[in-house]
C-alpha cells in the first residue's frame, strides 16, 4: 500500500520569499504524485501532477514540483508567495495497478506574513 | 468540459434526523466517483467510492451510506445523524483508468445541532 507524508502541518513565509512545502512518499510500484490546494470553504484544486516523463512539473499559480525517486520526494515550491497563496496544500499518491484511490497527506497550511 | 455539482452548499440538521446529499458531474462517462469528509481542522477521509452504477465501496464503517443510481450521479445519505457526522463533504470524480487525478465539487458544510 502507498503512504503520503506532509512534514510541517503549518508554514508560515513571508510575502515574496520562496514557499517550500515538503511531501515524501511510499510506494511498492512506481508512483503518480499529486499537490492539491484548498481555500477555506472550496473544494480541492489541482495545481500539478507527476505521472511520467520529466520529473520537474509545473504546475498553476507559479508553482512546481519535482519527483525525486532516490529521496522518495515530491516537494512543492514557488519563487516568490503572494498573499493570495494562503491556503491549505495536500500531497496525494495513487498506482495504477487497479487500486482507485488516491491516499491524502494530513495537509499544510500555509500562511503568507506581509 | 467536465464539471461536478453539489447540493445543497450549506445544511444545518437536528440529530436523530435523515440526510440526502446529491453529487452530479458533467461531461464525462463511466466515472469514478468519491464521497470525503472533513472534520474541523483535519484532512480528507474517505468515506465511499464507486466504480460503476450500483457499486459502492466502503473506507468507513458507520451510520453513512452511499448509492449510486445513475452513471453520473452519486448520493450521501444518513437514516439518523449523530454530531459527529458535522463536517466538510466533498465530492469528486476520476477517469476510470490511472492515474486517477480526482477533481473536487464546491463541497457541502453540514452542521448538526
Known amino acids: 500500500a502507498q503512504s503520503v507524508t506532509q512534514l510541517g502541518s503549518h508554514v508560515s513565509v513571508s510575502e515574496g520569499a520562496l514557499v517550500l512545502l515538503r511531501c515524501n512518499y511510499s510506494s511498492s510500484v512506481p508512483p503518480y504524485l499529486f499537490w492539491y490546494v484548498q481555500y477555506p470553504n472550496q473544494g480541492l484544486q489541482l495545481l500539478l501532477k507527476?505521472?511520467?516523463?520529466?520529473?520537474l512539473v509545473k504546475g498553476i499559480n507559479g508553482f512546481e514540483a519535482e519527483f525525486k525517486k532516490s529521496e522518495t520526494s515530491f516537494h512543492l515550491t514557488k519563487p516568490s508567495a503572494h498573499m493570495s497563496d494562503a491556503a491549505e496544500y495536500f500531497c496525494?499518491?495513487?498506482?495504477?495497478?487497479?487500486?482507485?484511490?488516491?491516499?491524502f497527506g494530513t495537509g499544510t497550511r500555509l500562511t503568507i506574513i506581509p | 468540459s467536465q464539471t461536478i455539482h453539489q447540493w445543497p452548499a450549506t445544511l444545518v440538521q437536528p440529530v436523530g434526523s435523515p440526510l440526502s446529499l446529491e453529487c452530479t458531474v458533467e461531461g464525462t462517462s463511466n466515472p469514478n466517483l468519491y464521497w470525503y469528509r472533513q472534520a474541523a481542522g483535519r484532512g480528507l477521509q474517505l468515506l465511499f467510492y464507486?466504480?460503476?452504477?450500483?457499486?459502492i465501496s466502503s473506507e468507513v464503517p458507520q451510520n453513512l451510506s452511499a448509492s449510486r443510481p445513475q452513471d453520473r450521479q452519486f448520493i450521501l445519505s444518513s437514516k439518523k445523524l449523530l454530531l459527529s457526522d458535522s463536517g466538510f463533504y466533498l465530492c469528486a470524480w476520476s477517469l476510470s483508468a490511472g492515474p486517477y487525478e480526482q477533481y473536487f465539487g464546491p463541497g457541502t458544510r453540514l452542521t448538526v445541532t
Open positions: 464507486s466504480v460503476g452504477i450500483g457499486q
Open positions: 496525494a499518491v495513487s498506482v495504477n495497478f487497479g487500486n482507485e484511490k488516491l491516499t
Open positions: 507527476y505521472t511520467t516523463g520529466a520529473t
